[in-house]
């Protein structure tokens, strides 16, 4: 079945440092979410790519769905305190309807 | 209402128990899911309702789940014979349209907590 693997699994970082996930998708991708779950929380929206090769910035978050729209990034740059947390990948397949989620990256600040 | 609502927000019971878990969604938002996850994990697909009907339900691990969504709205996962697999955190999410198609978002509830001893 459609799988979408997300590396690393962590990522441990000191503040102002950049973080970068990835997600690889075994089938193509009718679009990609992305989602923040902070420790304790539920996961929250933070976009949506749709269009191959598509690129969006949210200030320091630059998210990126590629060319075969079946990988997708999501990079922040000089990272805050405020971003620790879990970052998912979630994406649709056009052959179904469901939303599959990789497994997540946690950012951890180093203190 | 203002958000996605769930209750009970922890709830522990013992093996063999019945269990049930309500979803309280956006007013309006016709489509409402239900996942499951385990810690360290991703949230893992069971149900999603687009109104009053199951529009998929693959996502169910077996015959002792069941979801209703009598009126289009509150929906109730209910969990017979429970297990100790069983234990996670139980989520639901509504979107206005099938799947937020429009803006593609899923609105999350704070999720219940089942443990089973």
């Known amino acids: 079945g459609q799988q979408v693997m997300q590396i690393p699994q962590y990522q441990h970082v000191q503040e102002g440092e950049d973080f970068t996930t990835y997600c690889n998708s075994s089938?193509?991708?009718?679009?990609i979410q992305w989602y923040k779950q902070r420790p304790g929380g539920h996961p929250v929206f933070l976009i949506q790519?749709?269009?191959s090769g598509e690129v969006k910035k949210q200030k320091r978050l630059t998210f990126q769905f590629g060319e075969a729209k079946k990988n997708s990034s999501l990079h922040i740059t000089a990272t805050q305190t405020t971003d620790v947390g879990t970052y998912f990948c979630?994406?649709?397949?056009?052959?179904?309807?469901?939303?599959?989620w990789g497994a997540g990256t946690k950012l951890i600040i180093k203190p | 209402g203002a958000g996605v609502s769930q209750t009970p927000s922890n709830k522990v019971t013992e093996k063999g128990k019945y269990v049930e878990l309500r979803c309280d969604p956006i007013?309006?938002?016709?489509?409402l899911y239900w996942y499951r996850q385990s810690l360290g994990q991703g949230p893992e697909f069971l149900i999603y309702?687009?109104?009053?009907?199951?529009?998929?339900d693959s996502g169910l691990p077996n015959d002792r789940f069941f979801a209703v969504r009598p009126e289009g709205s509150v929906s109730t996962l209910k969990i017979q014979r429970t297990e100790r697999g069983d234990s996670a955190m139980y989520l639901c999410?509504?979107?206005?349209?099938?799947?937020?198609?429009?803006?593609?978002?899923?609105?999350f509830g704070e999720g219940s907590r089942l443990t089973v001893l």
């Open positions: 007013s309006g938002h016709t489509a």
């Open positions: 089938t193509t991708l009718s679009n």
């Open positions: 790519l749709v269009k």
């Open positions: 309702f687009q109104g009053t009907g199951a529009a998929d």
């Open positions: 979630a994406g649709k397949a056009d052959s179904n309807y469901q939303l599959i």
């Open positions: 999410a509504s979107s206005l349209t099938r799947w937020g198609l429009d803006t593609g978002e899923l609105f």
